[in-house]
T-cell receptor, first 112, second 116 residues
């Protein structure tokens, strides 16, 4: 079946540090890949997405590249801010209208 | 445009009681999804409505869970009777129909359910 694996958290970084959150997936066919973020007290928000191999999704300084050869979609940011503290979920979706398959989430805390 | 809303934001009930969660999708969104995150684990799919019809309910854990979407607008998810393992955060999401490719699902803030 389809599944998503993320690095275990929590991850604690100092402001301006480099961030990587690893994500790998298992899926048949060619899924679309996503990163969602949940800030404290809020719902899930789409952070970025990539719909085919070698695509790079980017938003708010975050980037992730769809790597089919390694079945990965690692999230990176060059310089994190305190406001980036949140839970980050990697997810995939097989086809239009179908449901998401999520990873377990990685909690990020950024200290000033 | 209002986003997806969920009510209540938090519910605390005792084992054996009944709880009903409500989700109001974005106006005009035909697709409505329920997900839940139990014990800090991954967010898992429960079911998917297209308008008032259940398109996929393969993620519903057992017959204690009943979802409805009368009239194709808001949806309710009833848990009866609630068990301890039902505690978690229940998310609702909605999306439009008829778009090419993968369309975005917009998520609500979730309802945190605590069963004592």
């Amino acid at each position: 079946g389809n599944s998503v694996t993320q690095m275990e958290g929590p991850v604690t970084l100092s402001e301006e540090a480099f961030l990587t959150i690893n994500c790998t997936y298992t899926a048949t066919g060619y899924p679309s890949l996503f990163w969602y973020v949940q800030y404290p007290g809020e719902g899930l928000q789409l952070l970025l997405k990539a719909t085919k191999a070698d695509d790079k999704g980017s938003n708010k300084g975050f980037e992730a590249t769809y790597r089919k050869e390694t079945t990965s979609f690692h999230l990176e940011k060059g310089s994190v801010q305190v406001s980036d503290s949140a839970v980050y979920f990697c997810a995939l979706i097989r086809n239009y209208g179908q449901n998401f398959v999520f990873g377990p989430g990685t909690r990020l805390s950024v200290l000033p | 445009e209002a986003g997806v809303t969920q009510f209540p934001s938090h519910s605390v009930i005792e084992k054996g009681q009944t709880v009903t969660l409500r989700c109001d999708p974005i106006s005009g969104h035909d697709n409505l999804y329920w997900y839940r995150r139990v014990m800090g684990k991954e967010i898992k799919f429960l079911l998917h409505f297209v308008k008032e019809s259940k398109q996929d309910e393969s993620g519903m854990p057992n017959n204690r869970f009943l979802a409805e979407r009368t009239g194709g607008t808001y949806s309710t998810l009833k848990v009866q009777p609630a068990e301890l393992e039902d505690s978690g955060v229940y998310f609702c999401a909605s999306s439009r129909k008829g778009l090419a490719g993968v369309n975005e699902q917009f998520f609500g803030p979730g309802t945190r359910l605590t069963v004592l």
